[in-house]
Antibody
Framework: QVQLVQSGAEVKKPGASVKVSCKAS????????MHWVRQAPGQGLEWMGR????????NYAQKFQGRVTMTRDTSISTAYMELSRLRSDDTAVYYC????????????WGQGTLVTVSS | EIVLTQSPATLSLSPGERATLSCGAS???????LAWYQQKPGLAPRLLIY???SRATGIPDRFSGSGSGTDFTLTISRLEPEDFAVYYC?????????FGGGTKVEIK
């Protein structure tokens, strides 16, 4: 069965960077785009961007351009999202989510990784 | 950017009642590329509906989606206790994917 397992919670200081991992299993990793979505405490969902695990090509929401980097390691079926120059309003749960072929909705989600930015 | 506005923000209903949730878009959503998700506290969202009206795998038939253009609806025909949650719509008709602000369905 399809599973996306994310790395554990992180606490970071303002200005630092964080890298969250998402290990996929149960399907062909390179066959499906992986997206990242975040959710601030008590708030709604916000799309950050996506990576094509086959080519490594990325598309980022303009809001995060210059601060976010999405990569992947196909040898271990893992996607990564790195966010730099963290601010307090980056405190959120970060989700990876798989998109079916040819579509950009999300049929499988990771369990989420809480990133807390605090001095 | 396509802005999605969900209404109402909160819906207070009893088990067995019908729930009607709305999602309005600031511009037409291409090809009815709209999805609905359910989220319970502490959990990741779960896909309910895609392409405006197609049920995802394993989703009960009491959930249905409809609409096109700028107006979309999620209907839960008879609320079960496990349906009380927050519901989000998401459009994927443009390169910048966006979500609505959510509707909380709570027990009256």
């Amino acid at each position: 069965q399809v599973q996306l397992v994310q790395s554990g919670a992180e606490v970071k200081k303002p200005g630092a960077s964080v890298k969250v991992s998402c290990k996929a299993s149960g399907y062909t990793f390179t066959g499906y785009y992986m997206h990242w979505v975040r959710q601030a405490p008590g708030q709604g969902l916000e799309w950050m961007g996506r990576i094509n695990p086959n080519s490594g090509g990325t598309n980022y929401a303009q809001k995060f351009q210059g601060r976010v980097t999405m990569t992947r390691d196909t040898s271990i079926s893992t996607a990564y999202m790195e966010l730099s120059r963290l601010r307090s309003d980056d405190t959120a749960v970060y989700y990876c989510a798989r998109a079916p072929r040819g579509r950009q909705y999300f049929d499988y989600w990771g369990q989420g990784t809480l990133v807390t930015v605090s001095s | 950017e396509i802005v999605l506005t969900q209404s109402p923000a909160t819906l207070s209903l009893s088990p067995g009642e019908r729930a009607t949730l709305s999602c309005g878009a600031s511009q037409s959503v291409s090809s009815s590329y709209l999805a609905w998700y359910q989220q319970k506290p502490g959990l990741a969202p779960r896909l309910l509906i895609y392409d405006a009206s197609s049920r995802a795998t394993g989703i009960p038939d009491r959930f249905s989606g409809s609409g096109s253009g700028t107006d979309f609806t999620l209907t839960i025909s008879r609320l079960e206790p496990e349906d009380f949650a927050v519901y989000y719509c998401q459009q994927y008709g443009s390169s910048l994917l966006t979500f609505g602000g959510g509707t909380k369905v709570e027990i009256k």
